[in-house]
């Protein structure tokens, strides 16, 4: 019974987040704290949209969207590049142009 609780707190991150919502419980004034989470969660929404290739994106789109895409279409208009894309034209800059 003890091993079981143990797999299940391994596999269940609920006591780190009580932990971090403590944490964050302790920030004064609120409005900083509101300040911490809403750039946190801005910052996680901005890295997973940049993960998936923009034309994987457009693709989405065209289909209806999901969620991810939309904020990935935000970015891309603001000039923002995602982290697959970046990687791409840099592999493509190793090459030699043809003529």
């Given at each position: 019974a003890a091993e079981d609780k143990e797999v299940i707190k391994s596999l269940f991150h609920?006591?780190?987040?009580?932990?971090?919502?403590?944490?964050?419980?302790?920030?004064?004034?609120?409005?900083?704290?509101?300040?911490?989470?809403?750039?946190?969660?801005?910052?996680?929404?901005?890295?997973?949209?940049?993960?998936?290739?923009?034309?994987?994106?457009?693709?989405?789109?065209?289909?209806?969207?999901?969620?991810?895409?939309?904020?990935?279409?935000?970015?891309?208009?603001?000039?923002?590049?995602?982290?697959?894309?970046?990687?791409?034209?840099?592999?493509?800059?190793?090459?030699?142009?043809?003529?």
């Amino acid at each position: 019974a003890a091993e079981d609780k143990e797999v299940i707190k391994s596999l269940f991150h609920i006591p780190k987040a009580c932990s971090l919502a403590k944490e964050l419980l302790k920030i004064e004034p609120p409005s900083t704290r509101w300040r911490v989470m809403y750039r946190v969660w801005l910052g996680m929404l901005f890295y997973s949209a940049s993960m998936c290739r923009g034309y994987l994106h457009a693709k989405s789109l065209g289909e209806g969207g999901e969620f991810l895409s939309y904020v990935w279409l935000v970015l891309s208009l603001k000039g923002a590049k995602t982290l697959a894309d970046k990687l791409q034209m840099l592999q493509g800059d190793d090459e030699e142009p043809t003529l």
